[in-house]
């Protein structure tokens, strides 16, 4: 067959590559078509048979690097790309990562291995754990955070509650995440008086709690109230990245007027995770992209509590938010979701001291005096 | 106990609410209690037992309207909340849809009801149906769209691709979602020369045919380049809202100064539909939500082809995009993936006239002469 492709322009590619590492289901001959499939659909998304010879054929598509099997009806596939084909935006990487192929089953991505020269795109954690702990003037515990709750109550109140947390002790008070900017609770008026009550509690105690206002909304917008928390006295901000896309909060971390920590959280994102044979592992969405994506700490739903996440998964995302990743900052792992603070040794016997733990209605559980709850926090992660 | 919570401003709701439709796995004692909780975590996020009394807890916290079989082992759950908790933006209503239950297993947001108060801000598909018509000239027969690729080719090499596909009668000629700004095809060069040799074509035809570059980036960047395409004479937009975010998406959709159709592929998005009993419903995320996000089309899967979509699924697609929704144009269904000539007089019989079809590879296949098989495209469209 006469191709009908005009190709009059010769492609000149580095020759340099990035490998992803996939699970797929299957027999062996599956798990090869599954890989085979990749290879075309994240690239050329063409017949093979029509694939033009030379450079897009032998160096555009996919290559399978390897094949090894996990079970009998599971493989590892090493999959590598041209670098060029990421362009310049973590969403083209996510793309071919995860694009079209997040449409079929028994595909799941587990891990990235980038080269220094697609690394070398992404700023990445501003902050990470050494900036964190400077900031927070928290030298060798974890960092104890909780969040402002619950929705329904007036900035005011939630203003109280801030100054309540801080003098306890608490190091970061994030806003819970369904806190944006409803009627009973402006954005503008939340971040003032929380931001405020903070810094009055942290000239009672001599700490440097920060306030950490939840800015996730509609790109510009969301851009906008980052640097409106940042002249009103936020000490950070948190985001959920699976609500505005990864590269939305890159653009917030990356931004230079904002210059705060992040924390990332994982509503919406439960959809990658939730099966075990497709879309992400948990290392690397909440590790690995997580890091890419410039959040200086990582929440995700804690082992035991009310989700579903095993503790090995857990672990696994704690090892991501460490490993080496370029010249990236580690970042923080932040279990959370239904901690109470009979669990605090237990976790920090699973995780160490490099972590966030987040504890937050099992704070308000624990007895009437939220400043006495918080010093009972404070003092179980001191004794550790 | 006695509260722990501070509440000096009383909370004053309208009374209006809004109501989801869930698919809940399990007995009904275990429905039961993942409606229960959906109420709870989608909202205060709290234990219940610490929810204030009065507002909070009468009227924040979500409220099971009904819970019905719909096999022994799942439920239908509708689900009500208070208007006011979405804020002002996409972002919030998705996370009070599917934020932190995403982290759950056997919930599956099925459809959202929407209130007028909550509908009316969205401006929603600027073009639509009739506008994407009247752009394309096409006043019966579904629109006829085609992809540039396979990435690795130049500008000139895909706008002489476009030339022919504009020559042999396409109406909507997109970027393939791979090509974003690599070095080998820069976003200016190919919009540039795509959207002149679009024109030319037009010029000899008579015709309208359009040329949407592919604008999937950081949200920042993605306005410049709708921007850019505008000027450059674009005739549309393709974006990938699993990619940048739904709420990006729109907008680019709500600016003014870009005002061109914009058409949403799926690439992914797969991740909340692969499984039938977690995620979204196959017309929840690419009917009614791309809708609300300001899509004119919507790219999808076609049942048959090398996607896992059932041909119910893809109905019930094409069935939301039209259904009523407000103010909100119905918007064109658009099913791909693996399509060929030979199967568009079966696509036209299930989805009818109302469509777009997206024949990608399937017309590089028929014959060697691309202009021809246009033509044939074409008149398989007209004799329906």
Known sequence: ???PIPQTVSLCLSGERFRIVYRLGGSRGEAQARANDICLEQTVEFPEELVPSGPIRDEVVGRVESLEPITEKAFRAVISFPIEVVGDDLSQLLNVVLGNISLKPAIRAEKLDLPESIL??????????????ERTGVVHRPLLSTALKPMGLAPADLAELAYRFALGGVDLIKDDHGLTNQT??????????CAEAVARANRQTGLKCAYLPNVTATPVEMLRRARYAKSAGAGGLLICPGLTGLDAMRAVADDDQVSLPIVAHPAFQGSFVVRPDEGFSHPLLFGQLARLAGADATIFPNFGGRFSFTREECCEIAAATEA???????IFPAPAGGLTLARVPEVQQVFGREMVILVGGGLFKHG??????????????EQF
Not at 324 to 330: A, M
């Open 1 to 3: 067959m006469i191709s």
């Open 184 to 193: 009973f609770c402006r954005f503008e008026e939340r971040v003032d008086r």
């Open 368 to 381: 009437p005096d939220l400043v006495e709850n918080c010093r009972v926090f404070r003092k179980l992660a």
């Open 324 to 330: 080496p990743l370029g010249t990236l900052h580690p």
């Open 120 to 133: 070398q795109q992404f700023r990445g954690p501003r902050f990470g754990r050494k900036g964190l702990r």
